[in-house]
């Protein structure tokens, strides 16, 4: 595994992108930094800046005001980026799929590392998707 | 006088419809034209509080309703009226007599395309800069 | 000379959850122009609801906004129900009972996640980390009575959906004795301690007449003196049945430091409430069985955490209504920062914002980002810096932790 793959995945460093949610995502995973779920102790880190970004959590339905933003702010994120879908509307757009304001899913708008379904997803299913997600990159994809 | 009494005392004729739907629920009608002063009555005379309004795109016009609370009471006064101009419909905005009424209209004009005359900062709200001019979408396209 | 500088702050601020944006316009270190741009969240519910079916609707407006995630179908079942001449016509009691806990429990949670907010952006963070651990308890709450942290599918036309079983009465109860004394904490924290009260005090002052003018509601509108609770003034659920004791809490002062206080004693009194309505629910149906849904119009209120929630449907008999406007409380509230926030300093920017307790999801609001050059600018994360700065000078300025 190289140096690189070893410092992501030892200390994954995320920042998180609303394309038109509801909130519940984002609040579930602002939860996991919180005492109950501490996420911090596995070195995950909430940050303000994508360009120390290891990995995009993306919540939201794809609302069309917010795609160009997202797609902005994933092309200034230092590759190797993964990016994580996070809630039912990242992955299908859950049921706004047939408004008038959003465009198509997530992944056929970006590469898409890792899924994790809820409406909202607990964080014992977000932190179980990064623990499957780690598992992978050290595996090495 | 209690406030339907004051509603229909100071706004007289303009009333051309009144209907008591239930004890809390008083929903009345007034030409496009007198809108602007019976909003005015209401919001400033009787110190009633707005809570919002809706347009809806109905094949007769397009129907704004004006709600307004009556907080001591509990009761909404709905004022409706009807635009039946579908090719150019407009309305006199009540932006200037309260500013909380702003961003309500904006969000109607952009939706149904309703013009609000006089509004200070007629503009998009909600939709993208890109929104094609000209569609609205809670207008009704012909539906067979 | 004065400059004017444009501050961006947005719309990917880490603890801004949602993605919204405002614009500061200052001249050294005062806000004298603020532009507020929404729309990053709107996903067209209200044309969806045109094409979905009554029981359907339930499920769509709960996903408006994840916070006051049972307001808006709280007020959606109420305004269909309208058209049936009211709750109180339909619902059975133990029903309305049931509606008022969820609904209270959800203002508890709703407030200590605020109260986190503001405790970061004063650079609290003790404040931000321990009020977000008193919110467990409440998620484990509902997740016993609905199954689910949040999204809790409890709103059904004529009733809800799940009953509060005997047997998890007395857990709920000691959950809530032992939140209590933590919500009496937060109290203690923000009234005593001379800096954070200095902090928050005169920030993002909204007058009486600002607040009618602007026509804001819930906490905001209380924390300036207008005395608006629909709680009180139209009653609903458990609160239909006058067997509730509780007080609506209003401030005069208008700025942050009475918007906290307002929603600390709400979280206060809705724990009584809840405690009240859990010993006063009667045994009994709680679903009415609507199968038909007649025509008419039907206006629908609750007080959100957030302030008045409205909700209008037009129907024609069919399932599905002809018109369905939804007006979430923050619709309002944010729009009024345009005077709020307008007149105090950067370093306040963040608080005055964040005061409204912005639900952006609900309202929105999208935000257009600008695109000047020439400009310095300095990004959300600088701004709560900013702010959390100022906090420390204030501390430092205190050397014995009060004022001299």
């Known amino acids: ?141 | 006088m209690n406030m339907r009494d004051k509603i229909k005392d100071g706004l007289g004729n303009k009333i051309k419809v009144w209907d008591e739907r239930s004890a809390r629920r008083i929903y009345f009608t007034v030409e496009p034209n007198d809108v602007y002063k019976s909003v005015e009555f209401i919001f400033k005379g009787l110190g009633l509080r707005f809570s919002t309004a809706s347009g809806v795109d109905l094949p007769e016009g397009f129907e704004m309703i004006y709600h307004f609370s009556f907080d001591k009471a509990g009761e909404v006064y709905s004022l409706r009226t009807l635009i039946k101009d579908k090719a150019r419909p407009e309305i006199d905005s009540i932006a200037p007599i309260f500013r909380g009424a702003e961003w309500v209209e904006r969000e109607i004009w952009e939706m149904l395309g309703i013009n609000f005359k006089g509004h200070p900062n007629l503009k998009r709200l909600l939709l993208a800069e890109d929104w094609p001019e000209g569609e609205f979408p809670l207008r009704r396209k012909n539906e067979s | 000379m004065s400059h004017k500088v444009i501050v961006p702050i947005g719309p990917y601020h880490p603890l801004q959850e949602e993605p919204e944006f405002f614009q500061l316009y200052v001249e050294g270190e005062k806000v004298v122009d603020i532009d507020i741009i929404i729309g990053y969240n709107h996903r067209g519910i209200e044309k969806l609801a045109e094409s979905k079916h009554y029981d359907q609707i339930a499920f769509l407006v709960e996903r408006i906004c994840g916070i006051c995630s049972s307001s808006h179908p709280y007020c959606y079942v109420l305004a269909v129900e309208d058209l049936f001449g009211g709750e109180a016509n339909i619902v059975p009691e133990r029903a309305l009972y049931i509606r008022t806990i969820i609904d209270e429990l959800q203002r508890i949670h709703s407030h200590l996640l605020w109260l986190g907010l503001v405790g970061h952006f004063i650079g609290y963070n003790t404040i931000w980390m321990w009020a977000w651990k008193y919110r467990e308890p409440v998620l484990d709450m509902f997740e016993m009575v609905t199954g689910n942290r949040n999204n809790y599918a409890m709103f059904k036309i004529g009733g809800v959906r799940r009953d509060i079983l005997e047997e998890d009465i007395p857990l709920l109860k000691k959950t809530l004795d032992e939140l209590a004394p933590s919500i009496k904490m937060f109290y203690g924290a923000i009234n005593d301690d001379p800096v954070i009260k200095a902090r928050l005090k005169e920030a993002g002052t909204l007058t009486k007449e600002q607040a009618i003018d602007w026509c804001v509601v819930g906490p905001t509108a209380r924390a300036s003196g207008v005395n608006i609770d629909i709680r009180r003034d139209e009653p609903y659920g458990a609160f239909l049945m006058n067997t509730i004791d509780w007080n609506v809490v209003l401030e005069k002062n208008g700025d942050v430091f009475a918007k906290t206080m307002v929603r600390i004693l709400e979280m206060e009194d809705s724990i009584s409430i809840i405690n009240q309505a859990l010993n006063k629910m009667p045994k009994g149906e709680i679903d009415a069985n609507v199968k038909d849904v007649p025509p008419g119009e039907g206006i629908g209120r609750v007080e959100a955490p957030r302030g008045e929630c409205i909700h209008y449907i037009k129907s024609d008999g069919t399932n599905r209504p002809v018109r369905h406007k939804i007006r979430a409380p923050s619709f309002m509230n944010v729009a009024s920062d345009k005077v709020a926030a307008v007149g105090g300093t950067i370093s306040d920017a963040t608080l005055t914002l964040a005061a409204v307790d912005p639900c952006y999801c609900c309202t929105e609001r999208v935000a257009v980002i600008n695109k000047t050059d020439n400009k310095k600018i300095m990004n959300g994360w600088d701004l709560v810096r900013l702010s959390q700065e100022k906090t420390n000078k204030i501390k430092e300025g205190w050397p014995n932790g009060r004022p001299e």
């Open chain 1, 1 to 141: 595994m190289s140096l690189k793959t070893k410092a992501l995945t030892k200390s994954i460093w995320v920042f998180h992108v609303s394309a038109g949610s509801c909130n519940n995502c984002d609040i579930e995973i602002l939860d996991m930094f919180t005492p109950r779920f501490d996420i911090e102790r596995f070195g995950i880190q909430l940050i303000g800046s994508v360009r120390h970004a290891d990995a995009l959590l993306i919540t939201g339905a794809m609302n069309k005001k917010s795609v160009p933003r997202m797609k902005k702010i994933y092309e200034q994120a230092p590759k190797p980026c993964v990016v994580v879908a996070v809630g039912q509307c990242a992955l299908s757009r859950h049921m706004f799929r047939d408004s008038y304001n959003v465009c198509e899913p997530l992944d056929k708008i970006l590469p898409v590392d890792l899924y994790i379904p809820g409406c909202p997803p607990r964080p014992e299913a977000m932190i179980d998707g990064i623990v499957k997600l780690v598992t992978k990159i050290r595996k090495g994809k």
